[in-house]
């Protein structure tokens, strides 16, 4: 792997950019891997890496249906916070914000990781109270947090409006290290970095069956032949029920849409995000000058990737109370994901009924911002059979009745 | 947006007018379940890509429950028939069969 670095750029700048090579190789399938992990996305390709990384395993082999990081790590809105109210959620989420700080060092690829600060907005008396909470148990936690009012919600977003007639701003909670990333970089970052360790990054491969022999898990058949393992890992988001189906186990999960759309591009005019959960919206303004807007989840089950159009109304609808002076602005593009939801609104971290086999999956509508710790946690758990980071994350919490219950807590977006 | 129509007040609205209830058919597990009943009956979900019952309500219109069929991959709905029933009925499992021959539903077996 060619370093990146300034000198890099000096020496392609004198001959035409001409010496840059691809950032990953596209690999063919091999007859055999130690391990196999389905989802070329953010969290397949984290943990990919850090298997390597900390345990050195590197005959991996990452297979992806679509194209890396098409899913939806590439469809989020790149909010990266860490301030969940459970200790579970708090430990693998400041895990993973701690990682992004050092993401583009580590990977020698510049992830754009940008710590602007992130207000979630109460609105109602219930989330001032909900919000007092989960600082102080942020504090606990060691997740830096404050409960800031009115004022300071003002002076940190100038073009925000506090006494809209529906949902008046009655202060937030900030989380001054939380922030956006560029998410693409995030897999190709990861990519790059595996890709140099020796594993295959296999795209346009989807996988259509689980061979098992007694209960133990042997391989995949794929659109591109069987490919031997001794562990597989489920990172594939949405359709984890899918695969888990293809397993012979069930899962926890419901599919549904969640999307987001960005204006057209205008000056800087607020510099930190912000998420006003009951209005189910959030936004942020990216480097190029778009408004980036994350919206609420259908109603209804769903694999269709693109999302209900009153759900953009409903969003928008409350946005523009809040921020009166994006009524004017036109909006450029619209997608959707779909995102795997849990009756607690928490991840499953988890070894499966079917030796061998284990999943990541059940992020839901935040799983971005875990990306890096997910990867951590997720790969010591195939390695080792546990991790501190994960265990509370396990498949079997839903018959033991163990949530970590953060639906409450976090209300639409988590 | 989908189109639905009430099986009860007959009427045929935008999705907006009603609220989706998850999965239907679900049978409630009595005080003497084993926790994997519970956990199976509160958690476990059949989460198809294709054909799936679920529950809707009527919320600004009748108010009543109902049940429908519906792709969860095209959005094509089947139609919608009445809560109080234990099987999605004949005419509901021909129009489902009309795009998914070979469609069984998972339950059944």
């Known amino acids: 792997m060619k370093k990146y670095s300034v000198f890099a750029v000096a020496r392609e700048a004198m001959r035409h950019h001409t010496g840059w090579t691809r950032a990953w190789r596209d690999a063919q399938p091999k007859k055999r891997y130690d391990v196999i992990i389905v989802g070329a996305g953010g969290h397949g390709l984290a943990t990919a890496y850090y298997l390597g990384k900390n345990f050195g395993i590197t005959n991996v082999a990452v297979l992806e249906k679509g194209w890396l990081g098409g899913g939806n790590t590439g469809r989020n809105t790149t909010i990266i916070r860490s301030n969940y109210l459970q200790d579970p959620s708090a430990a693998i989420y400041e895990k993973a914000r701690s990682l992004y ?34 600082a102080h148990a942020n504090a606990l936690q060691g997740v830096s947090t404050e409960f800031i009012g009115p004022d300071r919600v003002k002076q940190l977003v100038p073009i925000i409006n506090l006494d809209g007639p529906r949902y008046p701003v009655l202060g937030g909670l900030w989380q001054a290290r ?46 591109r032949g069987d490919i031997d393992c001794d562990k597989l890992g489920f990172v594939v988001a949405g359709h984890s029920g899918q695969l888990a189906n293809m397993a012979g186990f069930r899962l926890p999960i419901e599919s549904v849409a969640l999307q987001a759309l960005v204006s057209e591009p205008i000056k800087p005019c607020m510099d930190v995000v912000v998420m006003a959960n009951t209005v189910h919206g959030y936004m942020s303004q990216s480097d190029k000058g778009e408004m980036v807007i994350g919206g609420g989840t259908d109603g209804h089950n769903n694999y269709t990737q693109r999302g209900s159009f009153h759900h953009i109304e409903e969003t928008v609808r409350a946005l523009v109370e809040t921020f009166p002076m994006i009524s004017r602005l036109k909006m450029l593009r619209q997608w959707g994901g779909i995102v795997d939801v849990t009756g607690d609104r928490s991840p499953i971290l988890s070894k499966t009924p079917v030796e061998g086999v284990f999943i990541n999956g059940g992020w839901g509508t935040g799983g971005f911002k875990a990306i890096p710790g997910s990867g951590w946690g997720f790969a010591e758990l195939m390695a080792k059979g546990h991790s501190p980071l994960t265990d509370a994350f396990g498949l079997e919490r839903f018959a033991e009745g163990r949530f970590i219950d953060e639906s409450v807590a976090a209300g639409v977006a988590h | 947006m989908l189109i639905l129509t009430c099986p009860c007040c007959h009427v045929t609205a935008e999705e907006t007018e009603f609220h989706g209830g998850g999965e239907a058919h679900l049978k409630r597990v009595g005080p003497d379940g084993a926790e994997g009943d519970f956990e199976s009956y509160l958690f476990m979900r059949q989460n198809p890509k294709g054909v799936h019952l679920e529950r809707w309500r009527h919320v600004y219109g009748c ?21 109080q029933t234990l099987a999605p009925p004949d005419h509901i499992v021909d129009a489902i069969r009309k795009r998914h021959p070979d469609w069984q539903w998972p339950a059944a077996s």
Not at chain 1, 111 to 125: D, Y
Not at chain 1, 181 to 203: E, T
């Open chain 2, 63 to 83: 108010g009543k429950w109902f049940h429908m069929a519906r792709d969860t991959a095209t959005l094509e709905v089947f139609g919608s028939y009445a809560a």
């Open chain 1, 178 to 223: 939380g922030g956006t990333a560029r998410h693409d970089a995030v897999a190709w970052g990861y990519a790059r970095a595996c890709s140099d360790m020796g594993m295959d990054i296999i795209q346009k491969c989807e996988v259509t069956g689980v061979r098992q022999t007694g209960g133990k898990v042997t391989g995949v058949s794929t659109t």
């Open chain 1, 101 to 134: 700080e050092t993401m583009s060092q580590d990977l020698n690829y510049n992830v754009m990781f940008s710590p602007r600060g992130v207000i979630m907005l109460a609105q109602t008396e219930h989330e001032v109270r909900g919000y007092k909470r989960t």
